[in-house]
T-cell receptor
């Protein structure tokens, strides 16, 4: 089954404790992206990657890191989480080029105390 | 810079009536436009897209959208609403002329279908 898998789905952590949210897709998609969803703000793009070893900042990259060492994986790293990073995070992927639609994971709800 | 606006936070429609969820965009060239739906506690699901060609595009679950270049709009429509259409709807734009490949989403419109 074609899917985007994120882990963990739920996480409560404390300020400053490094964490990684993993994302994996099994569709051989070139493009992958991370979004955060906050009430009243919709989805905002954090980082995206057009292919292996190619990553670019989205609109809200501060406080986040990503890497794309393999085509299928695109982890999101919070080196020193802060309470303003409490949010619902989505990973998504699409085929290469710009005409493809995004396939989304089920989301990861992160709370930073 | 590209942008998307969904002017209504919430739309209420009686079951069986036609529905419209509005979206306007701003890009430098010809846009690629998308609609997604989000059900509670789920990720977003793709509904339909406009890339080129016929201005009226049809998608999943009986939804359609009309691309209007002069009004820079891409409104989502359905002739007869179902209670199960109640969800959060997002419009998104991709600008094929930009060097970067950001995909920008609107803030979402919550659709309530009233029985």
């Amino acid at each position: 089954e074609a899917q985007v898998t994120q882990n963990p789905r739920y996480l409560i952590t404390v300020t400053g404790k490094k964490l990684t949210v993993t994302c994996s897709q099994n569709m051989n998609h070139e493009y992958m992206s991370w979004y955060r969803q906050d009430p009243g703000l919709g989805l905002r793009q954090i980082y995206y990657s057009m292919n292996v070893e190619v990553t670019d900042k989205g609109d809200v990259p501060e406080g986040y890191k990503v890497s794309r060492k393999e085509k299928r994986n695109f982890p999101l790293i919070l080196e020193s989480p802060s309470p303003n990073q409490t949010s619902l995070y989505f990973c998504a992927s699409s085929i290469g080029g710009r005409t493809g639609e995004l396939f989304f994971g089920e989301g990861s709800r992160l709370t930073v105390l | 810079a590209q942008s998307v606006a969904q002017p209504e936070d919430q739309v209420n429609v009686a079951e069986g009536n036609p529905l419209t969820v509005k979206c306007t965009y701003s890009v430098s060239g010809n846009p690629y436009l998308f609609w997604y739906v989000q059900y509670p506690n789920r990720g977003l699901q793709f509904l339909l897209k406009y890339i080129t060609g016929d201005n009226l595009v049809k998608g999943s679950y009986g939804f359609e959208a009309e691309f209007n270049k002069s009004q820079t709009s891409f409104h989502l429509k359905k002739p007869s609403a179902l209670v199960s259409d109640s969800a959060l709807y997002f419009c998104a734009v991709r600008d094929p002329m930009n060097r970067d490949d950001k995909i920008i989403f609107g803030k979402g419109t919550r659709l309530h279908i009233l029985p």
